[in-house]
């Protein structure tokens, strides 16, 4: 069992950035793909980041790629998601998820559909508004 823990949401201008960070209870953060998920009222829970167990690779999703970037600090425990050049439309809560991926096959298979992980952390908000 592993417990995730968002921090770092807040209330931003457009333009502005903010970096949200992820705690994980686990001491073995690298055998563990991390996702980052977002959600509104109007839409369903999106996959936007995962960075991978093992060796860390990094994937977007098109409307945060170039300006989001995940990164993993092992001795922390903690998955960042620093978001730069913030738009009114990447309004919303966000919530950091994981899967655990200690074969090599599973290490290769990397999703941002949320019926894949396991773990969840309970969301921050982010606000973009001017």
């Known amino acids: 069992q592993v417990q995730l823990a968002e921090s770092g949401g807040g209330y931003v201008q457009p333009g502005n950035s903010l970096r949200l960070s992820c705690e994980a209870s686990?001491?073995?953060?690298?055998?563990?793909?991390i996702a980052w998920f977002r959600q509104t009222p109007e839409k369903e829970r999106e996959g936007i980041s995962c960075?991978?167990?093992?060796?860390?690779?990094?994937y977007y999703d098109d409307s945060v790629k170039g300006r989001f970037t995940s990164s993993r600090d092992n001795a922390k425990n903690t998955v960042y998601l620093e978001m730069n050049s913030l738009k009114p439309e990447d309004t919303a809560v966000y919530f950091c998820?994981?899967?655990?991926?200690?074969?090599?096959?599973?290490?290769?298979?990397?999703?941002?559909?949320?019926?894949?992980?396991?773990?969840w952390g309970q969301g921050t908000q982010v606000t973009v508004s001017s």
């Open positions: 960075i991978t167990a093992g060796n860390g690779v990094t």
């Open positions: 686990t001491t073995s953060l690298e055998d563990y793909h």
């Open positions: 998820a994981a899967k655990r991926a200690t074969s090599v096959l599973e290490k290769l298979v990397v999703s941002l559909s949320p019926s894949d992980y396991e773990y």
